[in-house]
């Protein structure tokens, strides 16, 4: 079931809203599909979806080939699960390194999984500029 990126019903942004971990899919270079469980925010106001990571991890190096590929981002999947419940977001995924979007992530991730991401100097942004999202909630 297809919904709103931007005005989403109050069932599926709530969905978002709970304590759930996600998976993402990035693309390696070959093509095939890299998946690892993340922790996400959803915020459909901005049409973005944010993940907080190392700079060094194996997904960031896939957005930034990607991205390097083909400037438009790189193409990629968030999903979560619990039961029947079920919600993806797919959008266009960049690497942001800005202190205050890594700051801006850190809370939005501290609000939705309450607890404060641990100290990491090396830490990035992958920010996904949403263009769909589908699930049945």
């Known amino acids: 079931m297809a919904h709103d990126v931007h005005a989403p019903d109050g ?12 998976t993402l899919t990035t693309q390696r270079p070959d093509g095939s599909p890299h998946v690892v469980p993340v922790g996400a ?29 083909d400037p438009r981002g790189a193409r990629v999947a968030l999903c979560q699960l619990e039961g029947r419940r079920w919600a ?5 995924a960049f690497v942001r ?13 501290a609000e939705r999984y309450q607890r404060t991401p641990r100290e ?12 769909r999202a589908m699930g049945n909630v």
């Open 88 to 92: 993806t977001l797919e959008g266009r």
């Open 97 to 109: 390194t800005e202190p205050e979007l890594i700051a801006d992530a850190e809370q939005r991730y």
């Open 11 to 22: 069932a599926y942004l709530s969905f978002w809203r709970e304590r759930h971990i996600c």
């Open 41 to 69: 925010t959803y915020d459909p106001e901005a049409g973005l979806a944010r993940i907080i990571t190392g700079r060094f991890s194996r997904k960031v190096a896939h957005v930034l080939a990607a991205v390097e590929a």
């Open 120 to 131: 990491n100097p090396d830490r990035v942004l992958i920010e996904v500029r949403l263009t």
